[in-house]
């Protein structure tokens, strides 16, 4: 997913809540949840609902972050522990622990995904013209998942960027386990 | 009169395919026999029908041509001509490029119009041929008497009769057409029309006189009319050279506005057809089918409202009426599953239908004689699995043709009836539909698979097979059956396809052959992919569902059953077999209950024909799921084949067998080579 295509997206949710809301017609919505202290922020536009940690079902030979599926009304919808995703700390679950559920983008078509955060705090709106380029942190933090970062209220927010969430790492390994899959011999008949 | 007609186009397509079938197959029945009226006439129908259809889509290309067809069909229709052999692979053939053309006009891709052309020239030459008058395209009640040539345009009356409407008929539609022919001045006769207060809605009072300037065929103008020639008071008068200038029709057809509205229905319909390029269908459903289920779903809105009353204020002592309304609910949910599912079923007679043609062309190319039975046409199957296994049928009756049946002089010399047959059979068994399809030819050729199966490498020189097995080989990829099982050259496409096709389904292909008998391939195929019968199997905290048709027993092990090999990991021995061992815990990475084999379960699963051992802490109860993709938002996982959602709203994960197999093959293969290496 090209940073144009979330460009616009960002651009048409500022229109979204300027036409509903009434905010800064350059600004948007983010959701903003807590992972081991710091602050992250998603685009509420993406947020289908929000929803306390329930047990998940554990899909065998998956990298550790996928939790595992839940059933949402019907859909079967992958976990992903953000912690675990980002290489922070590993921290129990609690009761405050919170699944964010929602949609994102990629080559394939829509899908539903659900993050394992700390704890959601609030939602902020953030005016396009305070959201800064992810500096350069070093290898040991991943940015690819980053949009930006945004001040407001004197806090710091790490915009994600959800498409890019259950696109690379996890296609690629789709598309192996694919050729893999081809690659085995049809030994169906094949005698010992 | 802005209905976007765009809406109705798909199935337009939808009925013009179907009408195409019936054509294809009852043309093949003429065949057959001598012409029989109401074959004929079912044939005139079905091509009516579709020229009617594109004539108001404004697919004009597709409306010309049938209407050749038609001509044609009511020559024969009113005994006027003999149906020859000729005019019946015409008709076929154009059944053929109709079919090409609507494909083509659906996908919004360009005709084929070379092809068309051909074909469209072939049906006039044999309209033109041995018919009694060439002018019957236009209605026999009027011929034409005036010379064409002399008449430079018609006056044409139209007074529809009250009830035009009620027949669906527009009026519009019949002068938008009009126009297309030529300049057209209409002018309205409003003399019918009532009093407001009397007037009904539902009726037609108006009344046209149209001029028509150009040079138009008097069949053109009445073929627009067609439709409504009962329903009307049609008068249509040629106007000669010198009186095309004194008559002036008063008022235009509102052109402007009846152009915008046929633009906006172009654009409409293109855009459905760039949208509906991708697989969306629709489905038939019989009435009584319907019915069932909205039987059911009464009775479940019945059981519903009894339940809440008892919930409204309950009272153990109602425990009883309680646990009743809860038993009648179980029942009306899974009679409705069934209805519904069976909503899905469609009989396989709508897979079978493409055999006659496909034999039919075959034996006037090929110079073989063949007879085509078929039976169990009526045996039903989900859709789904219907669209799919279309293909690989036809590639095993093709090759069956091919390569099963010998020319009628190999039949004789063999002392064998002429006409050779294949046996199309379909019937249920178990949760199963099989389909058999049976060739009295010479049979596949063990020893020359074998030769050609050692050339390819695929199996040992000196290697001992069973005669079965022997003839599985030919489903492996890479064994062209071209040269081996005939001499007629194969298509180069293996019967490796037809496998992966059948196997994608979760189905499966036997072959039996005899020498100078014939063969026999058998198909099994669940019957619907939607739903299975599960067996719940517990490892460690985690549940997993084993589909029961993979399933042959679950036992538990005894110390002396088991054996390693080296390499090969665990083995346990069945009955004089030795199964490999594939501990579910070790695959899954789960934390099992039990470690030693004894304690556990050993569940014996069969997937692509082999058999393993699946080792268990414990069998869970049976139940039927639902299967839910996890593709739908995740990945697929290799020895998984999709989740379920159990009673308690939890996810459950259903083993792939043949995937899990690989998956351990693939375990075991690592470790033994790490090992080595250490």
């Known amino acids: 997913m090209s940073t144009a295509t979330s460009e616009q997206a960002v651009s048409a949710a500022g229109e979204a809540t300027h036409n509903s809301i009434g905010v800064d017609s350059s600004g948007s919505q983010y959701l903003t949840f807590a992972l081991a202290g710091e602050s992250y922020g998603v685009d509420i536009l993406r947020v289908q609902e929000i929803k306390g940690w329930t047990p998940v079902t554990r899909i065998p030979n998956t990298p550790e972050y996928m939790q595992g599926v839940l059933n949402l009304r019907g859909t079967i919808v992958p976990i992903v522990d953000m912690r675990m995703r980002f290489s922070l700390e590993t921290a129990d679950y609690t009761e405050i622990t919170v699944i964010i559920v929602l949609s994102v983008k990629n080559e394939n078509g829509d899908r539903v995904i659900g993050l394992v955060v700390d704890s ?20 040991s933090v991943n940015t690819d998942f980053l949009n930006g970062l945004a001040t407001t209220d004197d806090r710091m927010v790490m915009l994600l960027d959800v498409d890019k969430l259950m696109s690379e790492d996890e296609m690629t390994a789709m598309a192996s386990v694919g050729e893999a899959a081809d690659a085995v011999p049809d030994v169906a008949a094949q005698s010992d | 009169m802005a209905i976007d007609m765009s809406q109705f186009l798909d199935t337009f397509y939808e009925e013009s ?10 043309l093949l029945n003429l065949d057959e026999g001598d012409a029989d009226s109401e074959t004929i006439n079912t044939i005139f129908r079905a091509a009516h029908s579709i020229k009617g259809g594109s004539g108001t889509f ?16 009511d020559e024969m229709r009113d005994g006027r001509r003999e149906p020859t052999e000729e005019a019946n692979n015409t008709m076929l053939a154009s059944v053929d490029v109709l079919r090409g053309m609507l494909t083509a006009l659906r996908d919004n891709m360009d005709l084929e119009v070379d092809r068309i052309a051909a074909t469209q020239k072939d049906l006039e030459t044999l309209l033109n041929n041995g018919s009694p008058s060439v002018d019957t395209v236009a209605s026999e009640s009027t011929p034409t008497t005036v010379g064409e040539t002399s008449v430079v345009g018609w006056d044409i009356v139209f007074k529809p009769h009250t ?6 008929n527009d009026p519009v539609r019949i002068i938008r057409e009009l126009e297309t022919l030529g300049e057209l001045l209409i002018d309205l006769d409003d003399s019918r029309l009532p009093p407001f207060e009397e007037m009904s809605p539902e009726e037609c009072y108006l009344g046209w006189t149209a001029k028509l300037t150009g040079n138009v065929d008097r069949g053109a103008i009445e073929e627009v009319f067609s439709w409504v020639e009962d329903e009307c008071d049609l008068e249509i008068t040629p106007v000669k050279n010198e009186t095309s200038e004194a008559v002036k029709g008063p008022t235009a057809l509102p052109a402007a506005d009846e152009r915008r509205t046929s633009g906006d229905r172009r654009t409409g319909e293109r855009r459905t057809k760039s949208g509906g390029a991708a697989e969306s269908s629709s489905i038939r459903v019989g009435i009584d089918k319907v019915d069932s289920v909205i039987n059911l779903v009464g009775e479940l809105v019945i059981t519903q409202s009894m339940l809440s009353t008892l919930g409204e204020d309950f009272d153990t002592k109602n425990l009883n009426r309680l646990i009743e309304g809860l038993d009648q609910l179980e029942l009306n949910t899974r009679q409705l599953q069934e209805e519904v599912m069976r909503m899905r079923m469609m009989p396989i007679s709508f897979a079978f239908q493409r055999f006659p043609r496909l034999v039919h062309d075959y034996s006037q190319k090929n110079g073989k004689k063949i007879e085509l039975l078929m039976t169990g046409e009526q045996t039903e199957l989900d859709k789904t699995v219907m669209e799919k296994i279309g293909d690989p049928l036809t590639h ?16 004789i010399a063999s002392g064998k009836p002429e006409m050779g047959t294949i046996n199309l059979n379909a019937y249920h068994q178990g949760g199963n539909i099989v389909i058999e399809i049976r060739d009295d030819g010479r049979g596949l050729n063990s020893e020359k698979i074998r030769a050609k199966a050692i050339e390819k490498g695929l199996i040992e020189e000196g290697a001992r097979l069973e005669q079965e097995k022997i003839y599985e080989l030919i489903m492996l990829p890479g064994f062209s059956t071209a040269d081996v099982i005939s001499d007629v050259s194969g298509r180069g496409v293996g019967m490796d396809v037809v496998v992966k096709n059948i196997q994608a389904l979760s189905g499966k292909i036997e072959v039996s ?12 195929l669940p019957l619907t992919l939607a739903i299975l019968d599960g067996q719940t199997v517990a490892v460690g905290k985690e549940d997993y569902i084993v589909p029961l048709v993979s399933i042959i027993e679950s036992i538990q092990l005894k110390p002396e059953m088991l054996n390693a090999v080296v390499g090969k990991g665990e083995t346990f021995k069945l009955r004089n077999e030795h199964l490999p061992i594939i501990r579910l815990h070790k695959i899954f990475n789960a934390e099992p209950v039990n470690i030693e084999l004894t304690e556990g379960l050993l569940v014996v699963v069969e997937g692509e024909g082999k058999k393993v051992g699946l080792f268990v802490d414990e069998l869970r109860g049976q139940q039927q799921v639902v299967i839910k993709s996890l593709e739908a938002n995740y990945r697929r996982i290799e020895g998984i084949s999709g989740a379920t959602i159990l009673g308690d709203g939890s996810v459950a994960l259903i083993l792939d067998i043949p995937g899990l197999i690989k998956l351990s093959n693939n375990e075991v ?3 033994y080579q790490s090992r080595k290496i250490a």
Do not use: C, Q, W, Y
């Open chain 1, 120 to 139: 959601v705090s609030d939602v902020v709106n953030v005016d396009s013209t305070n959201i800064k380029p992810t500096p350069d942190f070093g290898s």
């Open chain 2, 17 to 26: 395919f179907e009408g195409l079938d019936i054509m294809e197959s009852e």
């Open chain 2, 58 to 73: 404004g697919l004009n290309a597709v409306a010309e041509f049938t209407h050749i067809l038609e001509t044609l069909l």
């Open chain 2, 163 to 168: 009830n035009l409407f009620a027949t669906g």
């Open chain 2, 396 to 411: 095993l009756v093709r090759n069956s043709l091919d390569h099963g049946l010998e020319t009628p002089e190999e039949r």
């Open chain 2, 513 to 524: 052959s005899e020498a100078g008998k014939g063969s026999v391939f058998t198909i099994r």
């Open chain 2, 669 to 671: 293969m690592t470790e």
